[in-house]
């Protein structure tokens, strides 16, 4: 079938899982579904959860060939839990496993060897780099990988779509009766948000903390009546690397430019008023809009209503200072978002499903007035790539980005308009991950491009004196730069499927010819 935003999508794969094409943003609003649930085992006695080894816990939750283990990514660059599992398994002799992760990234290189060995063969995620990435755009995972938005992966297992056997979570303190925070260790990750779905529906939950504390643990983000086992190691990560590359500050002139433009994009706009609600991306550009935004509250006298998000330092400055109200937060993405969430009580934890679920009965995004969000590329009709590469390889994550783009009034892409000579605005993405309907402003260093779906929004940058084009405009500056690119071609191999947040397919990810990769 071709969906609405012009994928072909194999009949084979919709039957296959027992899906849809996407139908547009809105298709399943109103749909009711009864939740899935986990198995669960009562237990009676009051005495410690705490086990020896990881070992120890796999054999407790009946570890088998062909289950399903999950993690999150709080720790990102810095988590050890995934790969000491995932080794821990191994060992054993344990095969044909699915890792369903909030994501995984280059710490979890490791991985890639054992979707070689057959140990893995299945990868359910919200973001995929490093070397799986490469072993699935490769062609070596068995199945293809299924990529889901944050929001999407709360909702598929609610719903069903994907049922987790054993959960792992990482927690920086834990009692010896599984109540689990992300503060008030040596490891610390501010939140636990993601893996709050993980302990409410796996049929088994082992915490990994490397910072035993006394009972009762509290406030718990994980509470004891959903854990089976707690485990404690050495080191569970590093928190000096929750700050990756993808989250980071610019000195950037281009960087910086464009924030200004996408500031004066915000302040013009008719959600611009005392309340209004606001997240940020985590590329360089996008964290800066949160310090250029500082003189347009003073001018105007106003404050935000609430942020969200993957925090950071700027956000919890304006929150100190008093320009944001309330900040709710679903991942820190530094040190002093760590320490915002623990001790200012205007900063509070949220579950992912509170962040982002479409298919609950209302979620924060829903709320949103703006978003400012990353591509690596964006075509003609405003469609977004954030997981493949121009050469066809993942490399990326959806993340919030289809969540947050479909729920705020008013979403904005920042991006260069070109990378190492690449384009980012083209004529065909090479994976839709955010349909282009729910995009509505395009700020690149070259020149603005407003949706046309939003005349609105086009009025009232008319008098600002930004640099407005259309998004043809700036694809033929790019072209004109760089010349046209290559297209790619593909194998017929299937080797990921990307779902859009209410679990129809919005499009599958072909293996590249080999003599790309």
């Known amino acids: 079938m071709i969906n609405r935003v012009g994928r072909e999508i194999p009949d084979e794969i919709l039957k296959r899982y027992g899906k849809e094409g996407y139908q547009g943003p809105d298709y399943r609003n109103g749909a009711g ?32 060939d062909g289950m399903v283990l999950s993690f999150h990514h709080h720790f990102r660059d810095g988590d050890y839990v995934v790969n000491m599992v995932m080794e821990t398994v191994a060992a054993m002799g344990i095969k044909d496993l699915t890792i369903c992760a909030s994501s995984l990234g280059a710490a979890h290189d490791p991985v890639a060897k054992l979707i070689e060995d057959g140990v893995v063969i299945g990868i359910q995620s919200s973001g995929v780099r490093g070397k799986i990435g490469e072993a699935i755009s490769g062609g070596k995972l ?11 992966r709360v909702r598929a297992i609610e719903e069903g779509d994907v049922h987790i056997d054993i959960a792992f979570i990482g927690a920086s303190t834990s009692d010896e009766y599984g109540n689990a925070r992300g503060v008030g260790g040596k490891s610390n990750c501010g939140v636990l948000s993601y893996s709050m779905v993980d302990a409410k529906y796996a049929d088994h939950v082992v915490v990994v903390t490397d910072y035993l504390v006394g009972f009762p643990n509290l406030p718990a983000s994980i509470s004891q009546v959903d854990v089976d086992y707690v485990v404690q190691v050495e080191e569970i990560g590093n928190p000096n690397k929750i700050v990756s590359n993808v989250v980071r500050m610019t000195s950037d002139v281009r960087e910086l ?158 991006a260069p308009l070109l990378r190492s000579r690449i384009p980012t605005v083209c004529d065909r993405v090479v994976t839709v991950t955010t349909p282009g309907e729910v995009i509505d402003v395009l700020v690149t260093d070259y020149g603005i491009a407003v949706n046309p779906r939003r005349q609105d929004l086009l009025n009232a940058l008319k008098e600002t004196g930004l640099p407005l084009k259309t998004i043809e405009e700036l694809r033929d500056i790019a072209y004109s730069i760089v010349g046209k690119p290559e297209e790619l071609e593909f194998e017929e191999r299937i080797v990921g499927i990307v779902e859009s947040r209410d679990g129809t397919i919005l499009d599958v990810i072909r293996q590249t010819k080999r003599e790309r990769l």
């Open 33 to 64: 579904y009864k939740k899935a649930a986990p198995v669960v085992r009562s237990n009676m006695g009051g005495g410690s959860k705490l086990l020896p080894s990881l070992e120890d816990a796999l054999r407790k939750c009946g570890i088998r």
């Open 142 to 152: 068995k199945t293809p990988a299924i990529i889901r938005s944050h929001g999407g």
């Open 257 to 414: 430019k464009m924030a200004e433009y996408c500031a004066k994009v915000i302040a013009a706009a008719p959600f611009f008023k005392d309340g209004f609600s606001f997240q940020t991306g985590g590329g360089g550009a996008a964290l800066a809009v949160n310090r250029m935004l500082k003189p347009y509250l003073e001018e105007k006298n106003i404050k935000m209503g609430f942020a969200i998000g993957g925090i950071t330092q700027p956000m919890c400055e304006l929150l100190k200072e008093g320009f944001v109200r309330t900040i709710v937060d679903a991942q820190c993405f530094d040190a002093v978002s760590v320490e915002s969430v623990e001790k200012d009580p205007r900063h509070f934890e949220i579950s992912t499903s509170e962040y982002a679920n479409p298919m609950n009965k209302g979620a924060y995004v829903n709320r949103l007035d703006y978003v400012v969000l990353g591509a690596l590329e964006i075509d003609l009709d405003f469609n977004v790539n954030v997981v493949t590469g121009s050469d066809g390889i993942v490399r990326g994550a959806p993340g919030g980005h289809p969540d947050t783009a479909a729920g705020s009034n008013c979403s904005i892409i920042v």
